[in-house]
């Protein structure tokens, strides 16, 4: 796919959105060397492309608030344009309008389901709703996606394991099984658990819950090796850090979330160089 540059493609969205004027104002360009620190804003690590371009699209947003433009149509059009930058997208929408957060995220996804993940992440790092709260509107908008979503928000926000599991469970109770599944990836050992917080959440599921255990089990003991399960499961958790450190969660929460998940230090120095040395977008 043709990617047209920065400054033309906002120029060709401020038009679509009935701008009668179009002053593009191009997204910065990240030319900076790979070697560039990243800088701190308390507790937070921005990263410093980042940081800007959550300020462009503030002053896109800006624009197209005064011409009276809704938040998630603005957010729809800007996340279609640009899916590479969903983190700064979100974060300037959260800013300009954080009282329709939950608008915002369903546009957001609803535009590129794909991104699931990342907007729950993001979500969950910059505090818009409790966690199950967030899992609840991200189900509801793609339930497609619920494997992503609770194992992200489960990882992200392990302190709400069992209010993520409930929530999950009473937003689709059809997918009880994969919301198991996918609880179970992030913490093992805890099915058990998960599984009260799937009654508590639904005392009717009693009888389903006994044969999804059975369902589950076989799946625990396939054919692949401990070894291979677990470079598996810590390929699934890095990913999810990577999304967690573009949001810009604090490192306490980012090295929290790593240890339950059962990273050490060099894994999530891995990630973070990894990120630190990507190519700019």
Same mark, same amino acid.
């Given at each position: 796919?043709?990617?047209?540059?920065?400054?033309?493609?906002?120029?060709?969205?401020?038009?679509?959105?009935?701008?009668?004027?179009?002053?593009?104002?191009?997204?910065?360009?990240?030319?900076?060397?790979?070697?560039?620190?990243?800088?701190?804003?308390?507790?937070?690590?921005?990263?410093?492309?980042?940081?800007?371009?959550?300020?462009?699209?503030?002053?896109?947003?800006?624009?197209?608030?005064?011409?009276?433009?809704?938040?998630?149509?603005?957010?729809?059009?800007?996340?279609n344009n640009y899916p590479e930058h969903i983190n700064p997208i979100l974060?300037?929408?959260?800013?300009? %309008? #954080?009282?329709?957060?939950?608008? @915002?995220? *369903? /546009? +957001?996804? &609803?535009?590129? $389901?794909?991104?699931?993940?990342? !907007? =729950?992440?993001?979500?969950?790092?910059?505090?818009?709703?409790?966690?199950?709260?967030?899992?609840?509107?991200?189900?509801?908008? %793609? #339930?497609?996606?619920?494997?992503? @979503?609770? *194992? /992200? +928000?489960? &990882?992200?926000? $392990?302190?709400?394991?069992?209010? !993520? =599991?409930?929530?999950?469970?009473?937003?689709?109770?059809?997918?009880?099984?994969?919301?198991?599944?996918?609880?179970?990836?992030?913490? #093992?050992?805890?099915?058990?658990?998960?599984?009260?917080? +799937?009654?508590?959440?639904? $005392?009717?599921?009693?009888?389903?819950?006994?044969s999804t255990m059975q369902s589950i089990i076989p799946y625990l003991d396939?054919?692949?090796?401990?070894?291979?399960?677990?470079?598996?499961?810590?390929?699934?958790?890095?990913?999810?850090?990577?999304?967690?450190?573009?949001?810009?969660?604090?490192?306490?929460?980012?090295?929290?979330?790593a240890t339950a998940a059962g990273l050490n230090t060099q894994d999530l120095?891995?990630?973070?160089?990894?990120?630190?040395?990507?190519?700019?977008?």
């Open positions: 796919m043709v990617r047209v540059p920065h400054s033309l493609l906002t120029c060709a969205i401020l038009t679509a959105l009935s701008f009668t004027t179009c002053k593009a104002i191009a997204l910065p360009q990240t030319t900076e060397s790979q070697s560039s620190p990243q800088q701190e804003r308390g507790s937070v690590v921005v990263d410093d492309k980042q940081q800007r371009l959550t300020k462009a699209y503030e002053r896109l947003l800006d624009q197209q608030l005064k011409q009276n433009l809704s938040i998630v149509r603005s957010v729809r059009v800007l996340v974060n300037a929408a959260f800013n300009k %309008e #954080p009282r329709h957060y939950s608008h @915002i995220i *369903r /546009a +957001a996804i &609803l535009t590129e $389901p794909a991104l699931t993940q990342d !907007i =729950v992440i993001t979500s969950i790092a910059r505090d818009m709703d409790s966690p199950a709260n967030i899992v609840r509107i991200a189900i509801k908008a %793609e #339930p497609g996606y619920i494997d992503d @979503i609770v *194992r /992200a +928000a489960s &990882l992200i926000a $392990p302190y709400e394991l069992d209010s !993520i =599991v409930q929530a999950a469970v009473e937003s689709d109770p059809e997918m009880t099984q994969q919301v198991l599944m996918s609880a179970n990836d992030t913490s #093992p050992g805890k099915l058990a658990q998960f599984m009260d917080s +799937a009654l508590n959440a639904l $005392p009717a599921l009693g009888d389903y819950l006994l396939k054919d692949v090796s401990p070894e291979e399960q677990e470079l598996m499961q810590r390929e699934k958790t890095k990913d999810i850090l990577r999304g967690a450190l573009q949001a810009g969660m604090t490192k306490e929460e980012i090295e929290s979330a120095d891995s990630v973070a160089l990894e990120l630190h040395n990507a190519p700019p977008n």
